[in-house]
């Protein structure tokens, strides 16, 4: 996320503070054309992770001898109302019967739902994925169904890992209670890294409390902002190269809490303009309008962190902050020296874990740079999963 999530909590924080200057609402994607992800009247009478739809998809070149479905189905958001999320399902030809399923959430740092995996896999952004496909198509060698999230929800809410941990687990629950795909009683393991290590790190979290009969065999999250208002108390606003991650994220953010952080109405002018202009963005665009911008520029501010519900909303969404503990084997993985997230919310996290008596592993990738962390650790964090799957005993370093 190239601290996005980082310098959108500041903004954040940041806008809520400001005498209101305007009476403007929240700004949601346009809605997609496709019916398959029109809202569903019905909401409240399934339970979450009950399928509302299905379709076989046409295949992908990028994942050969493999099957493409997606599925729509209920979930929740942070305010525990019902909503309509979507993964993509890649089955390979070899899988077997309630074989290994593996929820790789993927980092969208976008605000269009078309960037999502679900959309962006049949459209000319395909490179949303490319970087995991190598690693991807390993474990569907392997016979393992992939299942892709999109954990940023309908709204596609920027930053909500509360969210993004909620739908992860629902789209499991999902693809299980999807007889077409014989995978009921399949064991599961998650992966992902930064924003979708950041989903995946809280599915593990949430998933004792949240979905509980899930037999989720192992996790394995890297790079994850554990923190994000730690990271935000860190890097202040200055003008930054990645600025529109972060508008985007406070964008997100008040999407997903439209009564409690009104960021919208905090904005002045230029700040509108740019909200306007990433509304439905994916990462290039929102890149290009936000490249060398700052908070200030958009939104006067003076005190970055006093407001209580940016506080309250900041933890709401901090891993370090939620008190659930994994009960499935946990890989983590970082470069110990990565500027863009606080390692020590990290180790302060994987201790409150091992204290607990969770089955933590982690391990230090040193690199120059958040993403090679990502390149470098990946295949690691594969490989121990797969022995989960295998049933061999957790290694752990507690």
Same mark, same amino acid.
């Given at each position: 996320?190239?601290?996005? #999530? ?5 903004v954040?924080? $940041? ?12 700004? &949601?994607?346009?809605?997609d054309?496709d019916?398959? *992800?029109?809202p ?24 050969? !001898? ?17 909503? @309509?999320? =979507?993964?993509? =399902?890649?089955v ?11 929820? *790789? +959430? ?7 739902? +078309? ?6 896999? *049949? /459209? ?33 809410a920027y ?5 993004g941990? +909620? ?6 629950? @999902? ?17 992902? *890294? ?6 995946t ?8 409390? &949240?979905?509980? %009969? #899930? !037999?989720?065999v ?6 994850v902002?554990? !923190?994000?208002?730690?990271?935000? +108390?860190? #890097? ?14 406070a ?12 960021? $919208?109405?905090?904005l002045? @002018? ?23 911008? $700052?908070?200030? %520029?958009? /939104? ?10 940016? =506080?309250?909303?900041l933890?709401?969404? /901090?891993?370090?902050k ?15 020296t990565?500027?863009?997230?606080? =390692? ?19 391990e230090?990738?040193? $690199? ?14 594969l490989? &121990?999963l ?5 049933g061999?005993p ?5």
């Amino acid at each position: 996320m190239r601290k996005a #999530l980082a310098v959108a909590a500041v903004v954040a924080c $940041s806008m809520i503070l400001e005498p209101m200057t305007s009476t403007a609402a929240p700004i &949601y994607p346009v809605s997609d054309p496709d019916p398959f *992800y029109a809202p569903s009247n019905d909401l409240a009478e399934h339970a979450p992770g009950d399928v509302l739809s299905a379709r076989e998809m046409p295949p992908l070149p990028l994942f050969p !001898n493999t099957t493409v479905w997606q599925i729509k189905f209920r979930s929740t958001n942070s305010t525990n109302r019902p909503i @309509a999320a =979507v993964t993509t =399902v890649l089955v390979p030809a070899n899988r077997k019967p309630n074989g290994p399923l593996l929820s *790789y +959430q993927h980092i969208i740092n976008a605000l269009g739902t +078309q960037c999502a995996p679900s959309r962006a896999l *049949y /459209s000319n952004d395909a490179n949303l994925i490319i970087r995991e496909a190598p690693a991807l198509n390993v474990v569907l060698a392997r016979g393992w169904t992939v299942a892709l999230p999109d954990h940023l929800g309908p709204g596609s809410a920027y930053g909500a890992a509360k969210l993004g941990g +909620q739908i992860s687990l629902d789209g499991v629950r @999902a693809v299980q209670r999807f007889p077409v795909l014989g995978l009921a009683r399949s064991p599961v393991t998650m992966a992902g *890294y930064s924003g979708g290590g950041m989903a995946t790190a809280y599915a593990a979290a949430l998933a004792p409390s &949240y979905a509980p %009969e #899930l !037999n989720i065999v192992g996790v394995a999250a890297g790079g994850v902002p554990m !923190n994000i208002g730690k990271m935000a +108390q860190g #890097l202040g606003t200055a003008p930054h190269p990645v600025f529109g991650l972060a508008l985007a994220a406070a964008i997100g953010l008040e999407r997903e809490y439209p009564d409690r952080l009104p960021i $919208s109405e905090q904005l002045n @002018a230029k700040g509108l303009a740019m909200r306007n202009a990433v509304a439905n963005a994916c990462t290039n665009d929102i890149l290009t309008v936000g490249a060398g911008r $700052s908070a200030f %520029e958009i /939104s006067n501010t003076t005190d970055l962190l006093a407001s209580p519900a940016a =506080v309250e909303i900041l933890d709401d969404n /901090s891993i370090e902050k939620f008190p659930g503990i994994p009960t499935a084997p946990l890989f983590e993985w970082h470069s110990p020296t990565d500027a863009l997230i606080p =390692v020590d919310s990290i180790d302060s996290t994987m201790q409150r874990y091992c204290a607990a008596g969770a089955k933590v592993q982690s391990e230090l990738f040193p $690199s120059p740079d958040h993403l090679t962390t990502a390149v470098l650790g990946l295949p690691r964090a594969l490989d &121990y999963l797969d022995a989960r799957f295998r049933g061999e005993p957790a290694p752990s370093n507690c």
